[in-house]
């Protein structure tokens, strides 16, 4: 599966960084684009929380 994140700008010189409900940091990549596409077809199922760079948070909850 795959996690794709939109913005309304394009992110130069940011990071994107996913952390499970503990806290644990899962994934951290830099960005550049409008489109950020993850594979999360390895995670465990779970609610995950995406934050960029610009302070911005999504809810990500991950399925069998």
Known sequence: SIFSIV???ELKNETLS???V???LILRENL???VIK???SDWESGV???RLGNGE???LVVNP
């Open 7 to 9: 913005t309304n700008t």
């Open 18 to 20: 996913i952390f499970n």
């Open 22 to 24: 503990e806290g644990r």
């Open 32 to 34: 550049n684009q409008k």
């Open 38 to 40: 993850v594979d999360i």
């Open 48 to 50: 995950y929380i995406a």
């Open 57 to 59: 948070t999504k809810k």
